[in-house]
């Protein structure tokens, strides 16, 4: 198998910053609501557990596993859950827990499902943004780095399954400069 990780893009230190952050934005607004976090697995168990920690209001967590149907390289729009929900979040406030969004078309299609369940909100909090690579209108709420069109992998993000425990997020060797491998 080809591809390693290369040079680090954001290190351990960095992320664990910028998390706390985000995390006390979050507890700031949610503060007297119901707030459900709702983990995108695989991607997002990393961030979400270290995220999670960090917020300072109760809260609930959930996690959803979808696979995107088309190529491994386009991304189709097209989204099927592969794990559901266990929690009901009618009326409840959905932090959509994200690794990286990228095209945006996963995230798009996955809020308008869960808004058909009725919640009072739902709203996106992604470590990794990559803007250049959007191709729908998407509200990020919550942001944490945004990232140049690379494949990275780390803190979660894969290539192939490998590398999710890596501490930091690094770029994959070889790769750079050639967008999105899967
Ligand atoms: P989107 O629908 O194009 O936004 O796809 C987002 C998903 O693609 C993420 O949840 C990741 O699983 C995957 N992905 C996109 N870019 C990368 C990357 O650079 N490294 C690893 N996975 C990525
Ligand atoms: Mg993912």
Redesign the pocket.
Known sequence: MKGKPGRVLISAEEIGRRTEELAREISEDYAGRDLVMVG?LK?AFVFLADLARRVRIPLEIDFVAVS?YGSDTE?SGVVRIMKDLDLDIAGKDVLLV??????????KYLVGLLKERGPASVEICALLN?PE?RKVDLEVKYSGFDVPP????GYG???AERFRQLPYVGVLEDQEGSG?L?
């Open positions: 995108v991607g995107s991304s994200e690794d990286i969004v990228d095209t945006g078309l996963t995230l990559k690579a690379l494949f990275v992998v993000l894969d290539y999105r899967s």
